[in-house]
T-cell receptor, first 113, second 111 residues
Framework: NAGVMQNPRHLVRRRGQEARLRCSPM?????VYWYRQLPEEGLKFMVY????????ESGMPKERFSAEFPKEGPSILRIQQVVRGDSAAYFC???????????FGQGTRLTVV | KQEVTQIPAALSVPEGENLVLNCSFT??????LQWFRQDPGKGLTSLLL???SQREQTSGRLNASLDKSSGRSTLYIAASQPGDSATYLC??????????WGAGTKLIIKP
């Protein structure tokens, strides 16, 4: 049973480009969480999704950021018109339900140049 | 506001020493608390998870304790080794699904 898979592991984008981060949850997990870790800081919650639904996006910046978890395929975190301040590690976690321990992926490190 | 604080921010000790990392949280109504390890540029490895009804959990040389009333958890590492060098993160879960994270303690074990 493969763990939570995130790709790419490293992503470099120029300012103004779009970044797409993918997360494939563990088999049997229908709940996905995205967290962001800025340099030298702890992780901050961004969004919680179930299949085809956004449950809580209270941690998402109001502009340029969006997330989806379609019926088929991975969850996608999309950042439009990236800025240098978006440079961070983005972690995805999955769980079978909202009350069970979530398992984390290896993260995607986004660098905006 | 629910906050998690980890002290110290960094710690350097000689190999072989026993050490304690601290985590404090402002709201004691937790669901569980989890300790993670993060190696530079790498992902997160879950070390120990303590449910709110538990006082401690042990795994090998690691022991984590939980005192909800005082809002504290400690991670005890016995007989430290250079391979233990990493950043250790404490994350607290409340009644919802979010984890509230500390900023971590960067641990260096000197050979």
């Amino acid at each position: 049973n493969a763990g939570v898979m995130q790709n790419p592991r490293h992503l470099v984008r120029r300012r103004g480009q779009e970044a797409r981060l993918r997360c494939s949850p563990m088999k049997g997990h229908s709940h996905v969480y995205w967290y962001r870790q800025l340099p030298e800081e702890g992780l901050k919650f961004m969004v919680y999704l179930q299949k085809e639904n956004i449950i809580d996006e209270s941690g998402m910046p109001k502009e340029r950021f969006s997330a989806e978890f379609p019926k088929e395929g991975p969850s996608i975190l999309r950042i439009q018109q990236v800025v240098r301040g978006d440079s961070a590690a983005y972690f995805c976690a999955s769980s079978p339900d909202s009350h069970t321990e979530a398992f984390f992926g290896q993260g995607t490190r986004l660098t905006v140049v | 506001k629910q906050e998690v604080t980890q002290i110290p921010a960094a710690l350097s000790v000689p190999e072989g020493e026993n050490l304690v990392l601290n985590c404090s949280f402002t709201d004691s109504a937790i669901y569980n608390l989890q300790w993670f390890r993060q190696d530079p540029g790498k992902g997160l490895t879950s070390l120990l998870l303590i449910q709110s009804s538990q006082r401690e959990q042990t795994s090998g040389r690691l022991n984590a304790s939980l005192d909800k009333s005082s809002g504290r958890s400690t991670l005890y590492i016995a007989a430290s080794q250079p391979g233990d060098s990493a950043t250790y993160l404490c994350a607290v879960r409340y009644s919802n699904y979010q984890l509230i994270w500390g900023a971590g303690t960067k641990l260096i074990i000197k050979p």
